[in-house]
């Protein structure tokens, strides 16, 4: 994926020095979490996308390291500090970044489960660049689409936690066209996702996480892209085991 040359935002996640060391309490009994206290994470320009189940650690890492970065645990800007309920783990205050000298400071963080309270704090706190679009008027998708289009506009550090939750399929290759523009603009994306539709974008790195930790995977190879095929082909032979009496 072709990119302007300029200092990536983080070039790898590491332990920070007075980090406990990983002894099964949560998150650290987490494999991935565990095996990024123990080994860092080296973080590619462009775009790396975090694959797996649900409980297996991407929403936590990414998470971690957009609060280690300095944004919001419930999303926004670096400028964003709303709150409602503080529910993030403490691994934002054992990692430290690495980051690329002179590198652009801007970043966002857009997770799917807290951008409604998201959208009031912005009517709430007015942007300096003008009069927002009314996110709460919109549908669910709609909106997301709206907040990648207009906060989403410098070559920065983006996190996103599941962005495909509120996209239809068409919405979701919209989001394709934005991750692309950023990474060409020199911008860097960590994506937590279960989309295999979000994870075939051209020249993205994907590591595949689960109870192994976390391993580089190619699209092909993914269990998502398995899974999905095989109930798109037959869709019968899963849901007779779950509908029949």
Not at 49 to 65: D, H, P, R
Not at 214 to 232: C, D, G, N, T
Request: charged fraction near 20%.
């Amino acid at each position: 994926m072709a990119s302007r040359r300029r200092q990536q935002p983080v070039v790898a996640v590491l332990r920070s020095d007075d980090a406990p060391e990983p002894d099964g309490r949560w998150p650290s009994s987490i494999p991935a979490v565990a095996q990024v206290l123990r080994e860092g994470l080296r973080l590619d320009p462009g775009v790396t996308f975090l694959v797996g189940e649900n409980g297996s650690g991407k929403s936590t890492l990414v998470e971690g390291v957009a609060v280690a970065y300095g944004l919001s645990p419930e999303g926004g800007s670096r400028q964003a500090r709303h709150s409602t309920r503080a529910t993030e783990s403490p691994l934002s205050e054992w990692l430290r970044l690495q980051r690329g000298v002179g590198a652009d400071r801007w970043g966002f963080f857009l997770r799917a489960e807290t951008m409604h309270s998201f959208y009031t704090y912005l009517e709430q706190n007015p942007s300096t660049r003008g009069p927002d679009v009314s996110f709460h008027e919109m549908s669910h998708g709609e909106s997301f689409l709206a907040v990648l289009e207009s906060r989403f506009d410098s070559p920065g550090f983006s996190c996103l936690d599941e962005p495909e939750a509120a996209l239809s399929f068409t919405s979701t290759l919209a989001l394709m066209a934005v991750l692309r523009r950023i990474a060409d603009d020199g911008g860097q994306v960590l994506c937590a996702t279960h989309s295999p539709v979000l994870a075939a974008l051209p020249g993205a790195r994907i590591l595949e996480i689960g109870e192994w930790g976390i391993r580089p995977a190619e699209w092909a190879e993914l269990e998502i892209v398995a899974h999905w095929r095989s109930f798109l082909d037959a869709p019968g032979r899963y849901l007779r085991h779950l509908l029949d009496p």
